[in-house]
C-alpha cells in the first residue's frame, strides 16, 4: 500500500529557531500533500493543501508566511516552521493523496512532535 | 459552520465484545465518510471509507453505516481485542480526493 514517510517524528528546537519537516511519498506519487497540526486532545486540522510545482492553498488563520510548504516533486513536500514559538509546539502530521486514491482513503505521515523551548 | 461530534468520553468494554462508536455531523452534506485509528504519537491510518449513497460497509471485524437522514455514523468492531484499543476518527470530505474534516476522536479501551 501507499506509505508516506515522514522526519523528523521528534524535534526540540530553540524559540527563534526555525525547524524544517519532510514528508515523501515512497511508491506512488503524491500530487497533494496535505498539512494538519493536532493539539492534545484536539482533531487534526488542516494547515494547508500544496499541490506539486504550485503555491499552497494555506487555511484561514494560518499565517503563511510562517509556515513556509513546498512541494517540488511528486514524492517530497516539506512544512518549514520559521521563527518558532512556544505557541507552535504539537503534532504535525502530512497526508499524501493522488488522483486515484479517491476509493481508498488518504496516507499519513507519522507525525512530528514539535517543542519549541 | 460544519460541527462533527464523536463521543467525547472513553469507550471501554470488554475482550469479545462489539464497541459501537458514533460519529454525528451537522450543517454539513458529505459525498464521503471516512474513519481512521490513531495510536498515541502516530498518524491515523486509514481502516473505512462510505459514500454518500451507501448504507452499511464491511471489511473484516469492522463494519460502518451511514445515515444521511439522521447525519450519523456508526462504526463497529466486532470479538474485540486489546490491540484494539486506539482513537478512532471520523472524517468527512465532499469528494474523493478533496480537504478532509475530522472529528476529535473517541478512545477505545478493551480490556482482556
Known amino acids: 500500500g501507499a506509505v508516506v514517510s515522514q522526519h523528523p517524528s521528534r524535534v526540540i528546537c530553540k524559540s527563534g529557531t526555525s525547524v524544517k519537516i519532510e514528508c515523501r511519498s515512497l511508491?506512488?506519487?503524491?500530487?497533494?500533500m496535505f498539512w494538519y497540526r493536532q493539539f492534545p486532545k484536539q482533531s487534526l486540522m488542516l494547515m494547508a493543501t500544496?499541490?506539486?510545482?504550485?503555491?499552497?492553498?494555506?487555511e484561514q488563520g494560518v499565517e503563511k508566511d510562517k509556515f513556509l510548504i513546498n512541494h517540488a516533486s511528486l514524492t517530497l513536500s516539506t512544512l518549514t516552521v520559521t521563527s518558532a514559538h512556544p505557541e507552535d509546539s504539537s503534532f504535525y502530521i502530512c497526508?499524501?493523496?493522488?488522483?486515484?486514491?479517491?476509493?481508498?482513503?488518504?496516507?499519513f505521515g507519522s507525525g512530528t512532535r514539535l517543542t519549541v523551548v | 459552520s460544519q460541527k462533527i461530534e464523536q463521543n467525547s468520553e472513553a469507550l471501554n468494554i470488554q475482550e469479545g465484545k462489539t464497541a459501537t462508536l458514533t460519529c454525528n455531523y451537522t450543517?454539513?452534506?458529505?459525498?464521503?465518510l471516512q474513519w481512521y485509528r490513531q495510536d498515541p504519537g502516530r498518524g491515523p491510518v486509514f481502516l473505512l471509507l462510505?459514500?454518500?449513497?451507501?448504507k452499511e460497509k464491511r471489511k473484516e471485524r469492522l463494519k460502518v453505516t451511514f445515515d444521511t437522514t439522521l447525519k450519523q455514523s456508526l462504526f463497529h468492531i466486532t470479538a474485540s481485542q486489546p490491540a484494539d484499543s486506539a482513537t478512532y476518527l471520523c472524517?468527512?470530505?465532499?469528494?474523493?480526493?478533496?480537504?478532509?474534516?475530522f472529528g476529535k476522536g473517541t478512545m477505545l479501551l478493551v480490556s482482556p
Open positions: 497526508s499524501g493523496s493522488v488522483a486515484d486514491r479517491g476509493n481508498y482513503g488518504y496516507t
Open positions: 511508491d506512488f506519487q503524491a500530487t497533494t
Open positions: 500544496s499541490n506539486e510545482g504550485s503555491k499552497a492553498t494555506y
Open positions: 450543517n454539513y452534506s458529505p459525498a464521503y
Open positions: 462510505i459514500r454518500e449513497n451507501e
Open positions: 472524517a468527512l470530505s465532499n469528494s474523493g480526493y478533496s480537504t478532509l474534516t
